[in-house]
């Protein structure tokens, strides 16, 4: 029995295709990747998911729909598909601490910066290394920790450091981080978090 795993997802999914990689070569072995949520129509994970033969939804927060209805959905659908793990990979709505509690140590985000720096309220995708190079750091790089009430706030499990070259934009930032430091690390911290939850075992 694999700890059933859910990646909820918004935008390219490159996280995703890291877990999606990591599982075909092997290395996810306690871990199932059984659904895909996106909260974006359209959004490019949900191609990825289907290529990976992975069952995707979308669950889309609809205009003015008040954030404890949205979620309701979504937690029918978790446990629907009996998921034990969540996966925030590129997820791009923050999740109270309501829903947060219904899965206690059980949900995993990627921060692309090695929180406390440049996390938190507003820190989210390229505004991350923009800060980070306003800032002036000469080392930056991503972070895996457990999802509690607080964005960013949870227990670290795992983080990897990128330099930062002097030529860089947020852009070339951003996809060196992802490249050398968040592809590398949610497989490998998905794997350690479903063996320690050893669902069924
Ligand atoms: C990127 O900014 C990544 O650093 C962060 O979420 C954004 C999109 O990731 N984790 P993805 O390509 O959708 O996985």
């Known amino acids: 029995m694999k700890t059933r795993i859910a990646v909820l997802v918004s935008g390219g999914g490159t996280n995703l295709q890291a877990l999606i990689d990591a599982r075909d070569r092997g290395e996810l072995p306690h871990g199932e990747l059984a659904l895909v ?3 974006k129509e359209g959004a490019y994970a949900l191609e990825r998911a289907e ?22 959905r979504l937690l029918a ?9 969540i996966i925030l990979a590129g997820f791009m709505a923050i999740l109270s601490a309501d829903f947060v509690s219904r899965y206690p140590e059980r949900i995993i985000n990627i921060h692309p910066s090695l929180i406390p720096s440049f996390c938190g309220e507003g820190y989210y995708g390229l505004r991350v290394h923009r800060a980070a190079l306003d800032y002036g ?5 991503a972070t895996v ?5 607080v964005p960013d706030g949870g227990r670290i ?9 002097p ?3 947020p852009e070339t930032l951003q996809r060196r981080v992802m490249e050398q430091a968040e592809w590398i690390l949610l497989p490998r911290a998905a794997e ?7 669902m069924g075992e």
């Not at 992975?54 to 209805?69: F, N, Y």
């Not at 750091?137 to 790089?141: E, F, I, L, Y």
């Not at 350690?192 to 050893?198: P, Q, R, S, T």
């Open 145 to 149: 920790h457990f999802v509690n009430e």
């Open 137 to 141: 750091v000469k080392v930056t790089g």
């Open 37 to 39: 949520v996106s909260n």
């Open 167 to 169: 030529d860089d934009t």
């Open 192 to 198: 350690a978090v479903a063996k320690e939850l050893g």
């Open 51 to 72: 290529k990976a033969g992975i069952p995707a939804v979308v669950c889309q927060r609809a205009k003015g729909e008040p954030r404890g209805d949205f979620e309701a």
């Open 157 to 165: 499990i795992a983080q990897k450091a990128v330099d930062i070259m």
């Open 77 to 85: 659908i978790l446990s629907g598909a009996k998921i034990d793990m």
